[in-house]
């Protein structure tokens, strides 16, 4: 059912700086971007992802963001995990059955669904299913 960390997300007001780094330096491919204009913060947002052999790290950069990001609830720095899943809707259902709490989703969209859990720190863990085509 749980088939692996999908990526690890990194929150940056330096967004091309870091770009620049995981490639130029550390040789990861930008494999997707993303802009939303209206994230559930309510600021336009950037979504980069960058893959390193199977291992991504999605970049999260907020529009006026700079030594503080823009949204009050959000902080530079390491942001939560992803687990890739086969199926959604029955990690779902096995999570639930198991006492745990949909804290957020899923959302589905043309590319993938995501919904978010939390573990006993409170640490957001996302769930993420990527649609094949």
Request: hydrophobic fraction near 40%; charged fraction near 30%.
């Amino acid at each position: 059912m749980f088939k692996r960390i999908d990526h690890i997300e990194i929150v940056t007001d330096q967004l091309d700086r870091t770009i620049e780094f995981y490639t130029a330096v550390l040789g990861f491919k930008e494999v997707l971007r993303e802009r939303i204009e209206r994230s559930s913060l309510g600021v336009p947002m950037s979504l980069v992802f960058l893959d390193l052999g199977h291992t991504a790290v999605e970049l999260i950069s907020y529009e006026g963001a700079s030594v503080e990001p823009a949204p009050v609830k959000e902080h530079l720095g390491y942001r939560l995990m992803a687990l890739e899943v086969d199926d959604m809707q029955q990690a779902t259902d096995y999570l639930k059955g198991k006492g745990i709490e949909i804290t957020w989703g899923p959302r589905v969209g043309e590319k993938y669904a995501r919904a978010e859990i939390r573990d006993p720190n409170a640490y957001s863990i996302e769930l993420r299913q990527w649609f094949k085509k």
